[in-house]
């Protein structure tokens, strides 16, 4: 008899594993809020080593809010990558327990239909972490003059970034599950290639949070095309890596 | 045997062109007007950068050739590309540190060459302890992936100029505006450089072969014992 799997198609293979993965995570909410509290953590932390007190008094109100969009938009995307590192350490255990992934391989599933879920749930997760984050920058930054219009812009650019560190992320968790002392290899393997995605993120959104118009269009540009990328590659590579 | 011949060999050129590069370097090539005696530095700087980028790509190659043939020995000649090749990337780093130094008063700036080839140097460093942390047909297959992963970074160093321009940094060039003397130092430099790295990687993966092979002995032993016992 053929395996239920097999029968179901490339995109019905890959909506049950972004079900199985979100209702897994679902059910172990708790971790879940831990990487959201450590993010919010790390935005505190950032904001009380070189928050909005250490602008200087002197300057006028757009110098100042120029100065702030800075600051917001280096500590969102810092808190952003340290929370990730947590978020898809787990993720990446999940699957690993018990040989989760061999028996998904047996069962048919193709290499790419793992490959995206894997991408698409971790977007959610991270998506989910950053609606938490955004407002605490805000707030603690006091980025108070962003326009609901510039919230959206934010929202944007948010997505793409949290697009390309989802691509990396999803075979870098795969690749360190098998080592040891996975905790910190996941950080130390994840953040430099994640780097050049981070740098230009944090570029456009200072000018998000400063409300301007984007003045750099080669980091915009980068922030699509990184994902893009590593996506292909990423493609491209992952079968190998669920041989072993 | 004909491999330690080989090595012998390579030994030999790569010592010769050592002493040839370094005479032109620090004997016949002349002092340079405004950086002085700190000029010599780029010599080193040029050669090191150039094997850096044959090892990065020798590395993500043999990673590709693994991945199709599944052959050991390209994975060990992949890990020990990149092992030399790291060694080189900080070469390249401190000598750049040492030439900011001197020529802008800063042993650091945070221009688009410089960033990204310390995030190039972070990545082999990941790359590296991945190697170490892992064993087996594990070690071998991740490792391939992420050669070849990280080999992205690689021409986003090379470009970087050109992206996003620097006032530091001349963009990367193949026609050099120099001195002859400085010229055929710069050659030799980067030839001595290359005859280095390949020695040191073929002597590196024959120690990763012989290391794998160890292991294997040692695993067949204790699966020995544990059948007697």
């Given at each position: ?244 | 045997?004909v491999r330690s011949r080989i090595n012998g060999v390579l ?191 073929r ?27």
């Amino acid at each position: 008899m053929e395996p239920q799997a097999m029968r179901a198609g490339r995109s019905g293979q890959f909506t049950r594993l972004v079900a199985k993965d979100l209702s897994l995570q679902w059910r172990n909410r708790e971790a879940l809020y831990v990487v959201g509290l450590f993010s919010l953590l790390v935005v505190l932390v950032f904001a009380f080593a070189y928050g909005p007190e250490f602008v200087p008094p002197g300057l006028g109100r757009a110098a100042r809010h120029g100065e702030l969009a800075k600051l917001g938009a280096a500590i969102f995307w810092s808190a952003l990558a340290f929370g990730a590192v947590i978020a898809l350490h787990r993720s990446g255990e999940a699957d690993r327990e018990f040989g989760a992934m061999g028996a998904i391989r047996l069962a048919g599933v193709s290499p790419t239909a793992i490959y995206f879920s894997r991408i698409v749930s971790i977007f959610i997760i991270l998506t989910a972490i950053e609606a938490a984050l955004l407002p605490a920058v805000i707030v603690f930054l006091q980025v108070e003059s962003m326009t609901a219009m510039d919230v959206a812009r934010m929202a944007g650019v948010a997505a793409l970034g949290t697009c390309g560190v989802s691509t990396i992320g999803a075979f870098v968790s795969t690749m360190t599950a098998s080592a040891r002392g996975k905790e910190s290899l996941l950080s130390v393997v994840l953040l430099p290639l994640v780097v050049p995605l981070l740098i230009a993120a944090t570029k456009v959104s200072v000018d998000v949070f400063a409300s301007r118009p984007i003045s750099d269009w080669r980091w915009f540009s980068l922030l699509v095309a990184y994902p893009m990328l590593t996506a292909g590659v990423g493609l491209a590579l992952f079968d190998s890596l669920l041989e072993e | 045997m004909v491999r330690s011949r080989i090595n012998g060999v390579l030994g030999l050129v790569t010592a010769l062109l050592v002493m040839v590069g370094a005479t032109f370097v620090f004997v016949v090539a002349p002092i340079e007007v405004e950086m002085r005696e700190i000029q010599k530095v780029f010599y080193f700087h040029v050669g090191a950068a150039w094997s850096m980028f044959v090892a990065f790509t020798v590395t993500a190659a043999y990673g590709i050739v693994y991945l199709i043939r599944r052959n050991p020995r390209a994975d060990a000649i992949a890990g020990a590309s990149a092992s030399v090749g790291w060694v080189y990337a900080a070469i390249v780093l401190l000598t750049g540190m040492l030439w900011a130094r001197s020529a802008w008063n800063t042993w650091w700036n945070w221009e688009p060459r410089l960033t990204s080839m310390l995030v190039l140097w972070l990545m082999y460093a990941g790359y590296l302890l991945f190697r170490s942390t892992t064993r087996g047909d594990a070690r071998r297959t991740y490792s391939s992936v992420f050669g070849i992963v990280a080999f992205v970074m690689v021409p986003i160093v090379y470009y970087s100029i050109r992206i996003w321009g620097s006032v530091l940094h001349p963009a990367t060039k193949t026609k050099w505006n120099l001195d002859n003397r400085m010229y055929y130092g710069m050659l030799l430099g980067t030839l001595a450089m290359s005859a280095a790295y390949v020695l040191l990687t073929r002597l590196r993966a024959d120690v990763d072969i012989a290391e794998q092979e160890v292991d294997a002995l040692r695993q067949e032993q204790m699966f020995g014992e544990d059948a007697e016992g």
